[in-house]
């Protein structure tokens, strides 16, 4: 359930889109921001342009401008973007960072298919630039995976491009040019293929690929889902090597769904964990190239996830992460020896205990002196900056009542260490970097929502700001973070909000019963007459890893709150107990009890809300999706006498029902911990429901399965309890496609305006 976006390295394709909600809800739409206020009074409600879910879900009124597909080159001194051109198709245009202007256009689909409707949704290039790796007919399997067709351009043959493999063989995954460019890995069938692209040569790396079965190069469902990457091949620093994993997932059982559309519905079938259950039994080996001979690495048995494998800067020795089931210890191991039948031995480097749970992430880096890396941690109580060496020793570089959320690269040239985080609020995230004598600097201090990316060489930077009232700017930055020029300002979807009334939204605390200060943001009606009582709509996530109360700009999400306050309601949400970026107490404080705290913390604010002179503290809502639908499902039972009226969209209704790495990391197994799943799962508090609530969830949700509706509708109906249920049927949990997210959202409205 873990959701990460940086849409500045993002391969787009059909499925990346599957979960655009969800990353607004959680996110606040991308993170990226703008210096002047947007939203402003200028206008009264009767003077504006209406909202409308059509102007937002099936219209291009409101879009943001962005820098699509960046990619910095390797002389420090250009990057590339990628553009559409109607008559060239596709397009790789080179840029300079210091004049700001476009300098070449590298490659089109003209170019490279003699056909401009032949066009590419991402791509990539050696580490010498000669060769791009390009992406098209791509056709999602998860969240981050797809299949695909590849290519290859080779600039300096000046040719078309060439397919990797042929693709009458299947549509192929996760191409990976090798360092010197001359080879591609790729995985089809489940196996690994590496294709030299001189002679034309294919090579079989794995053989026992089987759907279903085993994975080899690519992860599993859960690990995707959970530890956020599909990709499970690595080349070395010189090419000579591959690192990849392999999923035995024999054990683990098997999850089946009904695809309508035909007469007899076609069931899918896949892999899925859920808490308790068998997971896949994972590998780590090595594959060389030059004797084309397989290497498997000796892990510990305790050793239960590898949850990734990193090449250190000598291409002989690999980096592999290892944790027990409970996510409690975190290992990381090198490569070192050989053990009997050509197994690697491996030698510990790093170890990191708690008491409760280690989040993944990739914050790790490499030092070019070969014996250290810098990595953040939780240890002191925050998430800071660390260099660790091979030995055990530790240097703390950041320090503070903050946490770092993003290791952004390491300047070599500088010793420094870039990287965002919570320093000025749990709400704002800012840019700076660290020397490794921990002199810490901010690059920009203005507040909202800020993120770079840096050139190879760090002398400059793409820079995008935004705010909760402002769409993001971009501008290019030097290493200091002074603005050379601006990109993308979005002055024009700034003018459209104004012409719409658009009203800002405005943050607030209030302190629960436990004495907790929780940060919120509210939107007054237009027009807000303060003699007058309103509705309430409270939108909630509450999750962890996961805060709706962002100092950046919330996309559609924004939007159709900006309807909500325009038909008269008073929109607020909520940060609970158990999320981000206010240290590991704050956050692991709901730990092997998800929903408890947090459903004390939405009462409370209800009733906090109640007693405002504006709010009519009979007519309160909330509404939330994926674990925001959880919360609105407890909310509704628990606090049946606050809240009056619910919207919960594909929520989890039992944490038996989720997959193993989420649920265990937060909750560990039922087995283990059987009163924390049953006494904070909606399904258990049925009987409580007072108000009016709404379900809905798609049928061919991968992720939060729809079992866990047809659970509650169970409980519900013993309970002999009224509500409503509406089913997508095949939609998966981003609930998208067609005219679909246009129906939900105006069916939601309808709900609100008949019961909220």
Same mark, same amino acid.
């Given at each position: 359930?873990?959701?990460?976006?940086?849409?500045?390295?993002?391969?787009?394709?059909?499925?990346?889109?599957?979960?655009?909600?969800?990353?607004?809800? &959680?996110?606040?739409?991308?993170?990226?921001? #703008?210096?002047? *206020? @947007?939203? %402003? +009074?200028?206008?009264?409600?009767? /003077?504006?342009?209406?909202?409308?879910?059509?102007?937002?879900?099936?219209?291009?009124?409101?879009?943001?401008?962005?820098?699509?597909?960046?990619?910095?080159?390797?002389?420090?001194?250009?990057?590339?973007?990628?553009?559409?051109?109607?008559?060239?198709?596709?397009?790789?245009? &080179?840029?300079?960072?210091?004049?700001?202007? #476009?300098?070449? *256009? @590298?490659? %089109? +689909?003209?170019?490279?298919?003699? /056909?401009?409707?032949?066009?590419?949704?991402?791509?990539?290039?050696?580490?010498?630039?000669?060769?791009?790796?390009?992406?098209?007919?791509?056709?999602?399997?998860?969240?981050?995976?797809?299949?695909?067709?590849?290519?290859?351009?080779?600039?300096?043959?000046?040719?078309?491009?060439?397919?990797?493999?042929?693709?009458?063989?299947?549509?192929?995954? @996760?191409?990976?040019?090798?360092?010197?460019?001359?080879?591609?890995?790729?995985?089809?069938?489940?196996?690994?293929?590496?294709?030299?692209?001189?002679?034309?040569?294919?090579?079989?790396?794995?053989?026992?690929?089987?759907?279903?079965?085993?994975?080899?190069?690519?992860?599993?469902?859960?690990?995707?889902?959970?530890?956020?990457?599909?990709?499970?091949?690595?080349?070395?620093?010189?090419?000579?090597? @591959?690192?990849?994993?392999?999923?035995?997932?024999?054990?683990?059982?098997?999850?089946?769904?009904?695809?309508?559309?035909?007469?007899?519905?076609?069931?899918?079938?896949?892999?899925?964990?859920?808490?308790?259950?068998?997971?896949?039994?994972?590998?780590?080996?090595?594959?060389?190239?030059?004797?084309?001979?397989?290497?498997?690495?000796?892990?510990?048995?305790?050793?239960?996830?590898?949850?990734?494998?990193?090449?250190?800067?000598?291409?002989?020795?690999?980096?592999?992460?290892?944790?027990?089931?409970?996510?409690?210890?975190?290992?990381?191991?090198?490569?070192?020896?050989?053990?009997?039948?050509?197994?690697?031995?491996?030698?510990?480097?790093?170890?990191?205990?708690?008491?409760?749970?280690?989040?993944?992430?990739?914050?790790?880096?490499?030092?070019?002196?070969?014996?250290?890396?810098?990595?953040?941690?939780?240890?002191?109580?925050?998430?800071?900056?660390?260099?660790?060496?091979?030995?055990?020793?530790?240097?703390?570089?950041?320090?503070?009542?903050?946490?770092?959320?993003?290791?952004?690269?390491?300047?070599?040239?500088?010793?420094?260490?870039?990287?965002?985080?919570?320093?000025?609020?749990?709400?704002?995230?800012?840019?700076?970097?660290?020397?490794?004598?921990?002199?810490?600097?901010?690059?920009?201090?203005?507040?909202?929502?800020?993120?770079?990316?840096?050139?190879?060489?760090?002398?400059?930077?793409?820079?995008?700001?935004?705010?909760?009232?402002?769409?993001?700017?971009?501008?290019?930055?030097?290493?200091?973070?002074?603005?050379?020029?601006?990109?993308?300002?979005?002055?024009?979807?700034?003018?459209?909000?104004?012409?719409?009334?658009?009203?800002?939204?405005?943050?607030?605390?209030?302190?629960?019963?436990?004495?907790?200060?929780?940060?919120?943001?509210?939107?007054?009606?237009?027009?807000?007459?303060?003699?007058?009582?309103?509705?309430?709509?409270?939108?909630?996530?509450?999750?962890?890893?996961?805060?709706?109360?962002?100092?950046?700009?919330?996309?559609?999400?924004?939007?159709?709150?900006?309807?909500?306050?325009?038909?008269?309601?008073?929109?607020?949400?909520?940060?609970?107990?158990?999320?981000?970026?206010?240290?590991?107490?704050?956050?692991?404080?709901?730990?092997?009890?998800?929903?408890?705290?947090?459903?004390?913390?939405?009462?409370?604010?209800?009733?906090?809300?109640?007693?405002?002179?504006?709010?009519?503290?009979?007519?309160?809502?909330?509404?939330?999706?994926?674990?925001?639908?959880?919360?609105?499902?407890?909310?509704?039972?628990?606090?049946?006498?606050?809240?009056?009226?619910?919207?919960?969209?594909?929520?989890?209704?039992?944490?038996?029902?989720?997959?193993?790495?989420?649920?265990?990391?937060?909750?560990?197994?039922?087995?283990?911990?059987?009163?924390?799943?049953?006494?904070?799962?909606?399904?258990?508090?049925?009987?409580?429901?007072?108000?009016?609530?709404?379900?809905?969830?798609?049928?061919?949700?991968?992720?939060?399965?729809?079992?866990?509706?047809?659970?509650?509708?169970?409980?519900?109906?013993?309970?002999?309890?009224?509500?409503?249920?509406?089913?997508?049927?095949?939609?998966?949990?981003?609930?998208?496609?067609?005219?679909?997210?246009?129906?939900?959202?105006?069916?939601?409205?309808?709900?609100?305006?008949?019961?909220?």
């Amino acid at each position: 359930m873990r959701y990460l976006v940086r849409l500045s390295k993002v391969t787009w394709h059909p499925n990346t889109l599957s979960h655009l909600y969800m990353e607004l809800m &959680k996110y606040g739409w991308l993170a990226l921001l #703008a210096s002047a *206020t @947007l939203v %402003t +009074s200028a206008q009264t409600a009767e /003077d504006s342009a209406a909202f409308s879910n059509e102007l937002i879900w099936a219209s291009g009124t409101f879009q943001s401008e962005y820098v699509w597909g960046i990619r910095s080159m390797a002389d420090g001194k250009h990057y590339t973007t990628q553009e559409m051109d109607p008559k060239k198709g596709s397009c790789i245009v &080179k840029w300079s960072y210091k004049s700001g202007k #476009a300098v070449d *256009t @590298l490659l %089109t +689909s003209v170019m490279a298919f003699d /056909d401009p409707r032949e066009r590419f949704s991402g791509y990539e290039f050696s580490s010498d630039e000669r060769f791009v790796v390009l992406t098209t007919a791509t056709e999602g399997l998860y969240r981050h995976s797809f299949y695909a067709h590849f290519y290859v351009y080779d600039f300096q043959a000046n040719g078309e491009a060439r397919p990797i493999t042929d693709f009458g063989l299947g549509k192929q995954r @996760l191409a990976q040019l090798s360092p010197a460019g001359d080879k591609v890995a790729f995985v089809r069938d489940n196996n690994i293929f590496i294709s030299n692209l001189g002679s034309g040569e294919e090579v079989q790396v794995t053989t026992d690929g089987e759907v279903n079965r085993i994975i080899n190069g690519a992860t599993d469902w859960v690990y995707e889902e959970e530890f956020g990457d599909d990709k499970a091949l690595f080349w070395s620093g010189d090419g000579e090597r @591959l690192a990849y994993l392999r999923f035995d997932e024999t054990a683990v059982r098997e999850f089946h769904m009904p695809v309508y559309g035909s007469l007899y519905p076609d069931p899918y079938t896949f892999k899925y964990p859920k808490a308790g259950e068998q997971n896949s039994d994972v590998s780590v080996h090595i594959y060389h190239v030059e004797d084309r001979q397989n290497h498997e690495v000796a892990v510990p048995k305790t050793a239960h996830y590898i949850p990734r494998i990193k090449w250190t800067n000598d291409p002989d020795v690999l980096c592999i992460f290892t944790m027990n089931r409970h996510q409690s210890d975190l290992r990381l191991l090198l490569t070192e020896g050989t053990f009997p039948n050509n197994r690697l031995g491996t030698r510990e480097v790093f170890k990191e205990l708690s008491y409760t749970y280690i989040d993944i992430n990739d914050n790790l880096t490499f030092l070019n002196d070969g014996t250290s890396f810098v990595m953040t941690s939780e240890r002191d109580g925050f998430n800071h900056v660390y260099k660790f060496d091979f030995d055990g020793n530790s240097t703390q570089l950041t320090q503070g009542e903050w946490d770092v959320i993003d290791i952004l690269g390491f300047d070599k040239k500088r010793g420094r260490v870039y990287f965002s985080s919570s320093k000025q609020g749990a709400t704002q995230k800012h840019v700076g970097h660290v020397d490794m004598k921990g002199k810490t600097t901010t690059l920009d201090l203005t507040p909202g929502t800020h993120s770079d990316d840096f050139s190879q060489s760090f002398d400059y930077s793409i820079h995008s700001h935004s705010t909760a009232n402002t769409p993001p700017v971009y501008t290019l930055r030097n290493s200091s973070g002074k603005v050379i020029r601006t990109l993308k300002d979005n002055a024009r979807l700034q003018e459209t909000m104004r012409t719409y009334g658009a009203v800002e939204k405005e943050f607030f605390t209030f302190t629960n019963d436990a004495g907790v200060e929780l940060n919120c943001w509210k939107m007054l009606p237009q027009n807000h007459d303060p003699s007058k009582k309103h509705p309430v709509y409270v939108a909630i996530y509450g999750g962890p890893g996961a805060n709706t109360v962002n100092d950046s700009w919330g996309g559609s999400t924004f939007l159709w709150h900006q309807y909500l306050a325009q038909e008269g309601y008073i929109v607020v949400s909520c940060d609970p107990r158990g999320t981000q970026f206010r240290g590991r107490k704050f956050e692991h404080s709901t730990y092997k009890e998800l929903g408890k705290l947090e459903t004390e913390d939405f009462i409370d604010l209800a009733q906090h809300l109640g007693t405002w002179e504006d709010v009519d503290a009979e007519r309160i809502g909330i509404q939330g999706w994926s674990y925001g639908g959880f919360m609105t499902l407890l909310c509704m039972t628990k606090g049946s006498d606050v809240y009056s009226a619910g919207i919960s969209v594909a929520p989890v209704t039992n944490w038996r029902y989720y997959d193993t790495i989420y649920t265990e990391r937060f909750m560990q197994t039922p087995q283990e911990n059987e009163s924390g799943y049953d006494e904070n799962s909606p399904v258990n508090h049925a009987d409580k429901l007072e108000g009016s609530l709404l379900l809905v969830h798609g049928s061919g949700d991968d992720n939060v399965h729809y079992q866990n509706s047809m659970e509650m509708i169970h409980a519900l109906v013993d309970a002999n309890k009224d509500f409503d249920f509406f089913v997508y049927p095949d939609r998966n949990h981003g609930i998208y496609g067609g005219n679909t997210r246009l129906h939900l959202f105006n069916m939601m409205m309808d709900f609100v305006e008949d019961h909220f």
